[in-house]
């Protein structure tokens, strides 16, 4: 017998149609290429999401087109974000800080139709289309009055002039949940990239449950700030749960420096704010250095590398936010876990919370999740055994685009390729990335543990740890630092600031002094890049 309710299709539509409906006046701020501050709302950015689907079709693309943006966080990116999906056709975030020839393989290899771009990225834009072999049209995202008259592209158009004679009605159709609504490529740190095809129904539940209250918690009484770029990962989600929740959406546009992003975050009165560490940190750092407070900001939901502990304390004690840890991947959509206290950690001692806070976090409603040892077998949860992390659900890849690289699942789990404990109550730690377990002596170290503790030295902006050959331990850690601008400190010291701290053959056999440590498109450490940048190092006494 089947239910009897009504069997309407998660659409992303249907989320731009209720935040207009029921939340027209919420706003939409975006700090802009052009340097100022925009404003609109909801109802607005429906009309216009309607009138990009009008130009969609007038440029006849069909069903599951793919449609490519190479913008910042802005209203533009997010009428496309409902325009190009809701109209059927698949919208491509490409990372702008992928190298071009990356760019060119991957806009060649989605077959993308369009190319819309902010006008920072023109001269990417000039360098790469001639060799983008499937792109027809390319939409330069600004008004009519401010594109150069030569550009060298063809047929190149404002996106003002391109959806200004369009009409700003337009019935959305209705079609399979399961259709492909955007996509989005890894950072391919071996081999080619390849892309995660989320759909409407994955987009939806995924936007839904990240929004529950024990997730990231958002209401129409929030104003968020999603510093994560849309273009990966769709910026965690968060435009389509601020949609569907009517929160208040702050757009940092191209200005990620620490003194724009707080500037927003006090002038837009902010309530909770996403990032990944790095640009935090940089915010952290300007905050002390000028002696700031924040006024209204509560939350802030900190992932993509592991929250170092310093991260945590100094927005918990000392500015009074909340750090919501969280993890996941571009193939999950990308949340996997949050870490939000239960009853019983209310009442911890602090040191003993902190512990709790560091953790990666609990699966949110719709993602399980098992630890395995290398046979395969799984392993219990009671936070001391660690294993590779699998996981699933509906908002977890079945398979890459194209089929690439083969069925990533192991009977019906996607391996994370992260190394992880889980606790008796489900919080869930990651210990490492299985590629960058350290392995001495038989024993593993964890890189993440040993970076945190350099991280909450005074002197220390980031710090990264890799294993170096050892002849007789087989690999040993040694941390890469960069100092704090005006800070001194000496090996022997940071050494010594391990005593205590950890087990003594977990302490790291030296340390390097960076001018800095390469960063990848998503602002992650590369590591990989770290070790060919260290591969003539000798450990001492090796
Ligand atoms: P890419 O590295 O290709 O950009 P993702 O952005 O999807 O891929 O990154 C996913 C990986 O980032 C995870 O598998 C994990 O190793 C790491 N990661 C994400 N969040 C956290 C976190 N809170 N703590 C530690 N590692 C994290």
């Known amino acids: ?115 819309c771009f902010d006008m920072s990225f023109l001269p990417i834009v000039q360098a790469v289309h001639s060799r983008c072999t499937t792109i027809k049209h390319f939409i330069a995202l600004c008004d009519a009055d401010k594109l150069p008259a030569d550009t060298g592209i063809p047929g190149l158009q404002s996106y ?11 019935t959305w159709p209705e079609f399979d949940e399961n259709s492909a609504s955007s996509m989005c490529y890894t950072s391919g740190t071996t081999g080619n990239p390849k892309a995660a095809l989320y759909s409407h129904r994955s987009t939806l539940l ?26 990966h990962v769709n910026a965690w989600g968060l435009p389509y749960s601020a949609a569907m929740t009517g929160a208040k959406l702050v757009f940092p546009g191209p200005a990620m420096d620490g003194k724009s992003i707080f500037e927003l975050i006090e002038s837009e009165k902010v309530s909770f704010a996403a990032g990944v560490p790095t640009v935090w940190q940089m915010m952290l750092g300007h905050m002390q250095a000028c002696n700031l407070r924040f006024s209204t900001l509560k939350r802030t939901v900190i992932g993509g590398s592991a929250c170092p502990p ?38 911890m001692e602090p040191g003993d919370k902190m512990k709790v806070r560091l953790k990666q976090g609990r699966g949110i409603y719709g993602v399980d999740m098992k630890i ?47 190394v992880a404990t889980i606790d008796a109550d489900g919080f869930m730690q990651i210990t490492d990335r299985s590629k960058d377990v350290i392995k001495s002596g038989g024993e593993w170290i964890s890189s993440i543990d040993v970076e945190n503790i350099a991280m909450a030295h005074p002197s220390v902006a980031m710090a990264a740890c890799i294993g170096m050959k050892h002849p007789k331990w087989d690999e040993r850690p040694v941390i890469a630092v960069v100092k704090k601008p005006g800070c001194e400190v000496t090996r022997d010291e940071l050494i010594h600031f391990y005593e205590g701290k950890t087990a003594k053959w977990q302490v790291p056999d030296d340390v390097i002094f960076v001018e800095s440590i390469p960063l990848g498109g998503t602002g992650k450490m590369q590591k990989t890049k770290l070790r060919d940048l260290l591969k003539d190092y000798k450990l001492p006494n090796t």
Not at 160 to 170: K, N, R, S
Not at 215 to 224: F, I
Not at 312 to 325: K, P, Q, R, S
Request: aromatic content about 8%; charged content about 20%.
């Open 372 to 418: 395995v040892d290398g046979e395969g077998a799984e392993l219990p949860w009671d936070g001391k055994a660690y294993g590779d992390l699998l996981v699933k659900g509906p908002w977890v890849i079945s398979e890459y685009f194209k089929g690439e690289g083969g069925s990533p699942l192991v009977d019906g789990w996607f391996p994370t390729g992260d």
């Open 310 to 347: 310093a991260m945590i304390t100094a927005f918990n004690d000392v500015y009074g936010v909340e750090v919501l840890h969280a993890w996941g991947m571009t193939e999950m959509s990308p949340l996997g876990t949050v870490c939000t206290l239960k009853n019983k950690h209310l009442s």
């Open 206 to 231: 995924h936007a839904m449950s990240g929004a529950l209250p024990d997730a990231l918690n958002m209401s129409a009484r929030d104003a968020v700030l999603p510093v994560v770029p849309m273009f």
């Open 1 to 115: 017998m089947l239910g009897l309710m009504q069997s309407q299709q998660l659409l992303i539509s249907t989320l731009i149609d209720f935040a207009e409906r029921h939340h027209g006046e919420g706003e939409v701020v975006s700090r802009r290429v052009e340097g100022d501050i925009h404003r609109t709302n909801y109802r607005e950015v429906a009309a216009r999401s309607r009138k990009v689907a009008n130009a969609l079709d007038g440029l006849n693309l069909a069903f599951s087109d793919r449609v490519a943006t190479l913008a910042w966080n802005g209203y533009r990116h997010l009428e496309l974000y409902f325009g190009v999906s809701g109209s059927g056709r698949v919208l491509h975030t490409l990372n702008p800080r992928l190298h071009p020839d990356q760019i060119v393989w991957i806009a060649n290899h989605a077959e993308d139709q369009v190319l």
């Open 160 to 170: 003002e002039a391109w959806i200004a004679p369009q009409p700003a009605t337009y």
